[in-house]
């Protein structure tokens, strides 16, 4: 009986911690001080990049590359549009 309650326990603990881990702790960010902004970094080979969402997750700056060689796994042709910075 007791090793049957230590199971579950253990199992609800590591359920929870998968549940934080994997629904919270993406969404976190380190608080900005003045005159910072949260940006991303991104190149040509990742595809298509979804700058509404880019802008409605309040990144205020993108470090575009384009990149000389696109990956063996990258989609031939994948390209990036690459919109003005003050759209984002």
Known sequence: ???GAAI???LFVGVSVALLWF????HLRPPLQDGEVYA????SFQG??????VRDDE???AWIQEAAEQP???PCGATTPLPALSNL
Request: without cysteine; aromatic residues 4%; negative net charge.
């Open 1 to 3: 009986m007791a090793l």
């Open 8 to 10: 579950l326990a253990v």
């Open 23 to 26: 629904v919270g702790v993406p």
């Open 40 to 43: 991303i970094d991104v190149a």
């Open 48 to 53: 298509e990049i979804d700058w509404d969402a």
């Open 59 to 61: 990144v205020g700056h």
């Open 72 to 74: 063996a796994a990258a």
